[in-house]
């Protein structure tokens, strides 16, 4: 599975900005896909992700913010992030998971989000 995401950028804290990935390959067996998040000197954490049956999960921080939705096609997922917060700022990545008896974890490149005024 080959993970491809845009959007990303510099953007007044307050703005929005929106966040696609579309996955390649082998996607058949992919059942679920998501948001992870890397600020400087943290490490990793989840954002959002969405099941192949449409169920979404947040994190705190995010909830109420952002929105994790299917695209027209299914082997995409978007983010719209809302009320964005200088906290926000971090490489983004995307995240697909193949059930292949276990779940078999694949990632896109990061893409920068920079909240600052």
């Known amino acids: 599975v080959q993970l491809q995401a845009s959007g990303g950028g510099l953007v007044q804290p307050g703005g929005s900005l929106n966040l696609s990935c579309t996955a390649s390959g082998n996607i058949d067996s992919i059942v679920v896909m998501g948001w992870y998040r890397q600020a400087p000197g943290d490490q990793r954490e989840l954002v959002a992700t969405?099941?192949?049956?449409?169920?979404?999960t947040y994190s705190p921080p995010t909830e109420g913010r952002f929105t994790i939705s299917r695209g027209n096609a299914k082997n995409t997922v978007h983010l719209q992030m809302d009320s964005l917060e200088p906290e926000d700022t971090a490489v983004y990545y995307c995240?697909?998971?193949?059930?292949?008896?276990?779940?078999?974890?694949?990632w896109g490149r990061g893409t920068q989000v920079t909240v600052s005024s």
């Open positions: 995240n697909a998971a193949r059930d292949l008896g276990g779940l078999v974890s694949y």
């Open positions: 969405l099941t192949r049956g449409g169920v979404p």
